[in-house]
């Protein structure tokens, strides 16, 4: 058995391409989801990769969660923090639990798999922590104070957490993803999208097998000596 790699939010989407490309590179990879258990099943049923369910904003059912895997699959090697909820709206639209949900969740999820598995790592001498951010969270975005807020922290948790793990052979390192053609952007508006594509330099709309392919990377022994680095992977749109 190869690794083990947990990748949150995990059976659809971006998600669901970096579970294919970690399983294929050698890891045994689980699945996180929230609360869609058809698509999870759907998931396992095409991938032949298993999925919990637990809240990564849950402190607690995380800490259960990792030790399940844990007992049932194998020590945790490499976490992939890519479970992410928006609330969008300007602020004075921006209810105080809209605010809260995101950061519980986005930030939050981010902090409870590094608490749940950073100890494990470090006995073991080696991991991969790698946490998805976004071009927003570099940027910022209107109506999204939450969201941006939340992923601009990741990136500093990233910068502050690889200080921590690089002695013990643990790198930390977050991607930057701009706007990738999911489920959740399918859901912009035609005209709105026609706006942000003719923004991106490459002039289309980014693939989820791209920022899998970036996670790979990071999850492999050569990527060693990268530690405390955001991968921006928006086809040119912010130079960061």
């Known amino acids: 058995m190869g690794r083990v790699a947990i990748v949150t939010g995990g059976t659809r ?40 369910r637990f809240d990564v904003g849950d402190h607690e059912a995380v800490i259960e969660g990792c030790k399940q895997i844990e007992s049932e699959i194998g020590p945790i090697d490499a976490v992939v923090n890519n479970a992410g909820i928006t609330r969008d709206g300007t602020l004075l639209r921006m209810t105080y639990e ?7 969740i986005n930030l939050g999820g981010c902090f409870n798999l590094a608490k749940a598995t950073f100890e494990g790592m470090k006995e073991r001498g080696w991991g991969r922590i790698i946490n998805i951010g976004s071009i927003n969270g570099q940027a910022g975005q209107y109506g999204q104070v ?21 002695r013990y052979k643990i790198t930390v390192n977050a991607i930057a993803p701009g706007y990738i053609d999911t489920d959740m952007v399918a859901a912009v508006p ?27 990377f990071l999850c492999s022994e050569e990527a060693g000596f990268v530690t405390g680095s955001t991968m921006s992977i928006n086809g040119g749109q912010h130079m960061y």
């Not at 923004?199 to 980014?206: A, M, Q, S, W, Y």
């Not at 791209?210 to 996670?215: K, T």
Request: charged share 25%; with cysteine.
């Open 146 to 166: 939450n969201y941006a807020a939340a992923k601009s922290g990741i990136h500093g948790f990233t910068k502050a957490l690889a200080q921590e793990g690089a």
């Open 98 to 104: 809209d605010w809260q949900d995101v950061m519980r």
């Open 13 to 52: 989407g971006i998600g669901k391409a970096i579970c294919e490309h970690l399983s294929e590179d050698g890891f045994t990879v689980v699945a996180n989801y929230a609360g869609n258990s058809e698509a999870a099943q759907r998931f396992t049923d095409e991938t032949g990769i298993k999925a919990y």
């Open 190 to 216: 035609e005209p709105v999208l026609e706006k942000i594509v003719a923004k991106i330099p490459v002039g289309r709309l980014g693939q989820a097998s791209e920022i899998a392919r970036g996670v790979s």
